[in-house]
């Protein structure tokens, strides 16, 4: 019980931000002793700290706690289609350090040895005098957490592979590994746009379109991990298109990166070396060409979702990627989404962008560490490593 008050009182600070004991007692179902006793656990291993007491009319001044940032940190590897991400980040989820790699090799343990190497120089540059709470790996495929394989992976042509255990043979150190957009969705939580909400949907629009549901504070993961598949979701316009599954109609082959560009050249916006970047950067300047596309995009996309919507009645859709931070593209999906789904009224209060922009995947990685660190502070805490290249074996 001990523990688990301990996790209540780390919690609600980190949602609420610097709280004294007794607002904390007020937000939760905690006696004020209980409460004391909590924080001064927590604070016995710097995990919160007082800040400065608020000043005070009457009575005793207010000490706000807050969440140390000194000391930890967590490890990040977070695979893309084109090249892998390393990162450290501190409990409050800060980036202390962070680096980008190409791929070299086209099976994954090299590639995990390369992603152990460039964390130890990581580790050795930035992490002096932390501890390392874990590292985080995520990627976009279809990843089933229980056993820890990447299901499918089709961009490097990885297909049920015991990632995690590859990982773990070369970190020696806490591993967690799930897909990228649910690690995206913890993060929403606790640090970014969703933060303190506990019903929530996180889409994700990029290379893959896929999605992540937050029930109750709690990640839906389904058997096998298969929960938030959302890239072959049927389209209504644009239902000619081939996707890569084999089928056609599917929103991955309407809306995603690869599908954008495509299209993009088909209507002479792009020229043949231009990518997505170059779409949204003509966006942002206003083309009407460019812009018209990413608005049929991001309609495509909610028309799709709005089934989701209906049967999940989420508090707040979380969309992510490069699309979703130009101005047509958030417009455009509001609208549709509030004209399609019955159940989703008031679009511009329940639709956000995401916090992260281009950080998303390193955060999304180092917030499975930090989910588990929050729930159950004292367990993770007590296996942390001091963080030496001792820890990843080259």
């Known amino acids: 019980m001990a523990r688990a008050n301990a996790s209540t009182v780390l919690q609600t600070i980190l949602a609420g931000g610097p709280m004294s004991r007794a607002a904390i007692s007020n937000q939760v179902a905690l006696g004020r002793p209980t409460v004391t006793r909590a924080a001064a656990r927590l604070m016995e291993i710097d995990i919160i700290r007082e800040r400065s007491p608020l000043p005070a009319t009457t009575g005793r001044p207010e000490v706000p706690l807050e969440i140390c940032s000194a000391g930890r940190m967590v490890g990040t590897i977070a695979f893309g289609a084109s090249d892998f991400r390393l990162g450290l980040v501190d409990p409050r989820g800060s980036v202390l350090a962070e680096s980008r790699e190409s791929y070299r090799a086209s099976d994954v343990e090299s590639t995990v040895a390369r992603a152990a190497e460039g964390l130890a120089r990581l580790a050795e540059r930035a992490g002096s005098g932390r501890r390392m709470l ?114 056609r109609g599917c929103v991955q082959a309407s809306a995603s990166h690869d ?34 596309l990413i608005w049929e995009a991001a309609t ?59 950080g998303g995947p390193t955060i999304a990685s180092a917030s499975l560490v930090l989910d588990a660190f929050y729930r159950d502070p004292f367990r993770i805490d007590a296996a942390a490593r001091p963080a030496t290249s001792a820890l990843f074996r080259r």
Not at 184 to 202: I, K, S, T, Y
């Open 134 to 247: 874990g590292v985080g790996a995520t990627i976009g495929g279809w990843v089933d957490p229980s056993t820890g394989t990447l299901v499918r992976f089709a961009p490097r042509d990885w297909y049920d592979v015991k990632l995690a255990d590859i990982l773990r043979s070369r970190l020696d150190t806490a591993v967690m590994f799930d897909q990228s957009i649910r690690g995206l969705a913890l993060a929403e939580r606790m640090f970014g746009v969703a933060r303190g909400a506990d019903d929530f949907v996180e889409l994700w629009v990029g290379d893959v379109i896929g999605a992540a549901i937050v029930d109750r504070g709690v990640i839906r993961r389904g058997p096998r991990g298969g929960a938030g598949q959302a890239a072959h979701l049927p389209v209504r316009e644009g239902a000619h298109r081939m996707c890569v599954c084999g089928r």
């Open 259 to 292: 599908a954008l560009v495509a299209m993009g050249r088909e209507r002479n916006i792009l020229d043949q070396a231009a990518g997505i970047d170059t779409l949204v950067a003509l966006a942002h300047a206003g083309r009407p060409d460019a812009t018209r």
């Open 300 to 358: 495509q996309l909610a028309s799709s979702f709005a089934a989701t919507v209906d049967m999940l009645n989420p508090s707040m859709v979380v969309v992510g990627g490069l699309l979703t931070e130009t101005p047509q593209f958030l417009e455009a999906f509001r609208s549709a989404l509030i004209h399609e789904a019955d159940r989703f009224i008031d679009g511009r209060s329940c639709v956000a962008v995401s916090s992260f922009g281009d």
